[in-house]
C-alpha cells in the first residue's frame, strides 16, 4: 500500500500514482502544461501539451478504429468494458486519491468518484446484450418492419475540472459498447487523472488482445484549441461536452452547423424547496451535503433554498449552526468535510457574488477565505445567504459553496421560483404529503431534468439519465436509454411476399 497520509507531499504522492499507474515518461515535459493542486497550490508536473494537427491525427486514428470496431459484436465489445470496470476496481484506490490531489475533493468523494465510473462500466456490459430494437406493425401484407440501431462513429468527448474522470466513464464505456471510439478531451485543469484513466484504459486494452483496433481511446492534452478540432472535425459524430453554459453556447452552434450530436451537460441552478411537513432533521442533512459537498462545485450542487415561511425560523438557524461548524482543510484528513476551491479565480467569483448579495440587503453566514494550505490554495467557507428577493446573484450559477436561501409563502410560488432561471439540471422538495411531493414532480412541477423527493438535488446515480433542460443543454447521459445518443437508427422494411404494395395505399402500376 502506497503512503496515503496527509504528511506525505502532494507531488511526491501524485507522481508515484502515475508512475505506478503506467502513465508513459513521455506524457510529461518540462515546457507543458502546469499540472496543478489546490490542495496547496502547487505544480505537481508539467504534462506535454499536443499541437492542433497531433489532435487531427488522434481523430483519424479513431476513425480508422470506428471502421473495424463497428465490427466487433457488441457483446464482445462489453467485454472490454468488463476488463475496464476490473482495472478500475484493482486501482479504485490510486485512481480515487489522485482526484483528491488534482480537484481538492475528499477522499471519500474521489473514491466516489471512481466507484461511479466502476458502476457505468457494469451497466454498460448488461446493456452490451440489450441494445434492443423493435418490431413494428406494417400496414403491408407480407412485410415485417424493425429497427436496428448501428455503432454512429468517434465519440469527442469534453470534460469538465469537478468530476474529471467520471463523465468521461459515462460517455466512454456507453460509447465503447455501442461501437464507438472515443476521442477525449479533459479539463486542463486536470490532465493527471485523464493520463491515468488512459493508463488505466490500456490496461484493459492489452488483457483484451486483437481484436481492440488500435485509436479506440484517444486522448487529447492541451487547450481550449484541442477541443475546437474536435467539435469542428467531420469525422466525429457525436460531442458530449460538459462544462459552463457559455461553453455550451460557443460549441453548441458549430456541432449544429455541420449537424453533428450535442450532448450538451451545461450549467445549474439547483434548488430545493423546504415544506411545512418535512422532517427537518433529514432535510438538514441532504441540504448541508448537497450545498456544501464538493465545496459547491458539482453542476448539481444545491445553489437555491426556498424554505416555507412556517418553518424557515426553526431550519435556517440550524443551518447557519451546520455551515459555521462544518470543518474545512486538506481533503486527505479525515475529518475534512470541504477541501478548496480549484483556484484563485473561483474564489475571487465568489467573493465577487457575496458582495453582490450584500449590497442587495441579504445577511450572509460564512464566506471569506481560511488561512490554509499556503498562499496559492484557495479555502473558503461556505456561505449561508439570506436573501431578501429571488434576485441578484441567485439567478445565476457561480461555481462555489453559496446556498441563498428566501421564503415562500405557497407551493406554487415555491415551484415557480424554483423554474424561474435559466438552467434546468436538479432540483428537490422536502416534503411529507403526498400531494405536494406528486406537484413537484408532476407536468406542471419543477421543469428540470432531476426532480427529487426527500433527497437533495446532488449525488445521482448512474441508473437514471443524467442531464437537464433550458440552458443545462438538454444532453442525457449514463443510465435509464442514454446509449441511444451513441448509435444511429436504422428503420429496416423488409417484404417477403411476390407483390408490391405500396404505402398509404398508393398505386403505381406500370
Ligand atoms: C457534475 O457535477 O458534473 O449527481 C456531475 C451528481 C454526480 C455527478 C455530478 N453523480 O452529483
Redesign the pocket.
Known amino acids: 500500500m502506497r503512503d496515503h497520509t496527509p504528511a506525505a507531499s502532494v507531488r511526491a504522492e501524485a507522481l508515484a500514482i502515475l508512475s505506478s499507474l503506467g502513465v508513459p515518461e513521455s506524457a510529461f515535459a518540462a515546457q507543458g502544461l502546469p499540472a496543478r493542486s489546490p490542495i496547496t497550490g502547487e505544480i505537481v508536473a508539467t504534462v506535454r501539451a499536443m499541437s492542433a494537427d497531433e489532435a487531427g491525427a488522434a481523430i483519424g486514428r479513431a476513425h480508422e478504429a470506428f471502421l473495424a470496431w463497428r465490427r466487433v459484436p457488441a457483446p464482445r465489445r462489453g467485454e472490454l468494458v468488463r476488463l475496464i470496470g476490473e482495472e478500475l476496481r484493482t486501482h479504485k484506490d490510486d485512481l480515487g486519491r489522485l482526484v483528491t490531489l488534482e480537484t481538492g475533493k475528499i477522499v471519500s468523494e474521489g473514491l466516489g468518484e471512481v466507484q461511479?465510473m466502476i458502476d457505468i462500466c457494469d451497466f454498460a456490459v448488461g446493456l452490451s446484450r440489450q441494445l434492443y430494437g423493435l418490431t413494428i406493425a406494417t400496414e403491408r401484407r407480407d412485410h415485417r418492419m424493425m429497427e436496428t440501431w448501428h455503432p454512429l462513429g468517434v465519440c469527442g468527448v469534453i470534460s469538465?475540472f469537478?468530476?474529471p474522470v467520471?463523465?468521461w466513464s459515462w460517455n466512454a464505456a456507453l460509447a465503447f459498447i455501442c461501437g464507438d471510439p472515443v476521442v477525449w478531451k479533459p479539463s486542463e485543469k486536470t490532465p493527471l487523472t485523464a493520463l491515468a484513466t488512459q493508463a488505466i484504459v490500456e490496461r484493459a486494452l492489452a488483457r483484451f488482445g486483437a481484436d481492440a483496433p488500435a485509436g479506440l481511446s484517444e486522448l487529447l492534452i492541451g487547450g481550449r484549441d484541442l477541443g475546437e478540432v474536435l467539435v469542428d472535425d467531420a469525422r466525429v459524430p457525436v460531442v458530449s461536452a460538459?462544462g459552463s453554459t457559455a461553453m455550451g453556447r460557443a460549441v453548441a452552434p458549430r456541432l449544429a452547423g455541420r449537424f453533428a450530436r450535442a450532448i450538451l451537460?451545461l450549467g445549474g441552478n439547483n434548488a430545493a424547496i423546504v415544506t411545512p411537513s418535512a422532517d427537518l432533521g433529514l432535510a438538514l442533512r441532504a441540504i448541508a451535503f448537497a450545498a456544501m459537498g464538493?465545496a459547491g462545485?458539482?453542476?448539481?450542487?444545491l445553489r437555491r433554498l426556498f424554505v416555507h415561511e412556517s418553518v424557515y425560523d426553526t431550519l435556517v438557524p440550524q443551518l447557519a449552526r451546520a455551515y459555521a461548524a462544518v470543518s474545512i482543510g486538506d481533503p486527505r484528513e479525515a475529518g475534512t468535510l470541504v477541501g478548496p476551491l480549484i483556484d484563485g479565480s473561483a474564489y475571487e467569483g465568489m467573493e465577487r457574488a457575496l458582495q453582490e448579495a450584500r449590497d442587495l440587503g441579504a445577511r450572509v453566514h460564512g464566506g471569506g477565505r481560511v488561512a490554509t494550505g499556503g498562499a496559492d490554495a484557495f479555502y473558503a467557507r461556505p456561505a449561508l445567504v439570506e436573501i431578501p428577493a429571488h434576485t441578484g446573484p441567485m439567478l445565476r450559477e457561480t461555481f462555489a459553496p453559496i446556498l441563498y436561501v428566501t421564503r415562500y409563502a405557497t407551493l406554487d410560488e415555491a415551484i415557480a421560483l424554483n423554474n424561474a432561471v435559466g438552467a434546468g439540471l436538479?432540483s428537490s422538495i422536502f416534503t411529507l404529503d403526498m400531494r405536494e411531493a406528486e406537484a413537484f414532480i408532476a407536468a406542471s412541477g419543477s421543469d428540470c431534468g432531476i426532480a427529487n423527493v426527500n433527497i437533495g438535488p446532488?449525488?445521482?446515480?448512474?441508473g437514471g439519465a443524467?442531464g437537464g433542460e433550458k440552458e443545462t443543454g438538454g444532453g442525457r447521459e449514463a443510465g435509464s436509454d442514454a446509449w441511444k445518443a451513441y448509435m444511429r437508427r436504422a428503420t429496416n422494411t423488409l417484404n417477403y411476399g411476390t407483390t408490391l404494395p405500396l404505402a398509404q395505399g398508393v398505386k403505381f402500376d406500370i
Open positions: 461511479e469538465a469537478n468530476f467520471a463523465v460538459t451537460e464538493t462545485q458539482r453542476c448539481t450542487t436538479s446532488s449525488g445521482a446515480e448512474i443524467f
